[in-house]
């Protein structure tokens, strides 16, 4: 069993930045997902073990950058340019698998953070 535990959310003014942080340890490609109230679970980015290899939704290209640290058993979301359509309880997952942009992909879930962007 993977525990997976979140941190680094916040309120932020529009335009401002916050560095989330995920603890996991094990050989995963993990995954950074969001839910705004009344919406669906969304992809918002994803990394090989490796670092190698990442990948993000549309919406937050250029924005946001994924990242991991195998030493300190840490991945991260970098996010810039904040706006107030990225507040969302963000989720961090980890799969076995390749990397991946579905959530059904994804085996081990955090409790999440909330991230607020007041305009």
């Known amino acids: 069993q993977v525990r997976l535990t979140e941190s680094g959310g916040g309120l932020v003014q529009a335009g401002g930045s916050l560095r989330l942080s995920c603890a996991a340890s094990g050989r995963y490609t993990m995954g950074w997902f969001r839910q705004a109230p009344g919406k669906e679970r969304d992809f918002v980015a994803t990394?090989?073990?490796?670092?190698?290899?990442?990948d993000y939704a549309d919406s937050v290209k250029g924005r946001f950058t994924i990242s991991r640290d195998n030493a300190k058993n840490t991945v991260y979301l970098q996010m810039i340019s904040l706006k107030p359509e990225d507040t969302a309880v963000y989720y961090c997952?980890?799969?076995?698998?390749?990397?991946?942009?579905?959530?059904?992909?994804?085996?081990?879930w955090g409790q999440g953070t909330q991230v607020t962007v007041s305009s």
């Open positions: 990394i090989t073990w490796s670092g190698g290899r990442t």
């Open positions: 997952a980890a799969r076995t698998g390749i990397i991946g942009n579905i959530r059904s992909g994804y085996e081990y």
